[in-house]
């Protein structure tokens, strides 16, 4: 299954809301998840299922779709969310990630 | 503390043999599939393998399989890969990653990573 994400680069400023988006080839059902990395860090979960926040993960963190659309919003940026975010399937071998989207600062 | 830590990278000849290793801390590590990931630099992050807790089951992407394997030892807390027959291609950091209870896919803890250079 191939995962694409969108935008790849998205420019804003701390306080702003950031909307990134993921589709997949074919239906991964709630099978999703998405991750952050920052760079010379290993990757950190932050929503699994679509929808459920990880351990430790802050409210400002929300995800949503179903099927080959999902999105994960940032309500409010702070400081140390500008990263990498990578969606990543789990309905079928192998897992695999999308290409990721970079949140910059603008 | 909860942590993995990667060791056993480094630069090897195209053909060459590579084991990397993962030790875990602070959590019952028979309890979990772990699984490898790797990045290559600069570059998104990719499957390798993973195991069941018990190591009766284990899966690799097309791209290892043949040439890596994943194996653990629970008394120890350890995971491995073993690799073989390395490539230009497989140059990365390798991460290894704690599943999530059944879901095994779902990676809540990651190392830090060891670098893997194949070249000659």
């Known amino acids: 299954i191939v995962l694409t994400q969108s935008p790849a680069t998205l420019s804003l400023s701390p306080g702003e809301r950031a909307t990134l988006s993921c589709r997949a080839s074919q239906s991964v059902s709630s099978y999703l998840a998405w991750y952050q990395q920052k760079p010379g860090q290993a990757p950190r979960l932050l929503i699994y299922?679509?929808?459920n926040r990880a351990a430790g993960i802050p409210a400002r963190f929300s995800g949503s779709g179903s099927g080959t659309d999902f999105t994960l919003t940032i309500s409010s940026l702070e400081p140390e969310d500008f990263a990498v975010y990578y969606c990543q399937q789990r309905s079928n071998w192998p897992p695999t990630f999308g290409p990721g989207t970079k949140v910059d600062i603008k | 503390e909860v942590q993995l830590v990667e060791s056993g990278g480094g630069l090897v000849q195209p053909g060459g043999s590579l084991r990397l290793s993962c030790a875990a801390s602070?959590?019952?590590?028979?309890?979990?599939?772990m699984s490898w990931v790797r990045q290559a630099p600069g570059k998104g992050l990719e499957w390798v393998a993973n195991i069941k807790q018990d190591g009766s089951e284990k899966y690799s992407v097309d791209s290892v399989r043949g040439r890596f394997t994943i194996s653990r030892d629970n008394a120890k807390n350890s995971l491995f890969l073993q690799m073989n027959s390395l490539r230009a291609g497989d140059t990365a950091v390798y991460y290894c990653a704690r599943g999530l209870g059944a879901a095994a896919a779902v990676l809540t803890l990651w190392g830090q990573g060891t670098l893997v250079a194949v070249s000659s």
């Open positions: 299922d679509a929808s």
């Open positions: 602070g959590f019952t590590f028979s309890n979990y599939w």
